[in-house]
């Protein structure tokens, strides 16, 4: 059983910082893409930042220059640096995953539980 376990987040004054993680867990082969997604409240779902497994990186505009995200491929570890946040990243923050748990290059996706973020102005 594969799972990926978010921790990390926390309340913050605007101009903070955070830095979640999301640990994956169990049969894992390999791990390609990693990513944040963050859902606010009666806010769609959206993709904040990925990684391939070769580290590279793409982000949404909207935090560009203040969030990074990087790999710990031997933890099988996903970590998003979060610099100067806002009010308006108040979200949930998804971990999500392509994971091959069989060996065979087949790869799963996941998704974690979330860990919510909150930015106070």
């Known amino acids: 059983q594969v799972q990926l376990v978010e921790s990390g987040g926390g309340l913050v004054q605007a101009g903070g910082s955070l830095r979640p993680s999301c640990a994956a867990s169990?049969?894992?082969?390999?791990?390609?893409?990693m990513r944040w997604y963050r859902q606010a409240p009666g806010k769609q779902r959206e993709l904040v930042a990925a990684?391939?497994?070769?580290?590279?990186?793409n982000y949404a505009d909207s935090v560009k220059g203040r969030f990074t995200i990087s790999r710990d491929n031997a933890k099988n570890t996903v970590y998003l640096q979060m610099h100067s946040l806002k009010p308006e990243d108040t979200a949930v923050y998804y971990c999500?995953?392509?994971?091959?748990?069989?060996?065979?290059?087949?790869?799963?996706?996941?998704w974690g539980q979330g860990t919510q973020v909150s930015v106070s102005s």
């Open positions: 990684i391939t497994s070769s580290s590279s990186t």
């Open positions: 169990g049969r894992i082969f390999s791990i390609n893409g």
């Open positions: 999500n995953a392509n994971i091959d748990y069989s060996g065979r290059y087949y790869y799963t996706n996941y």
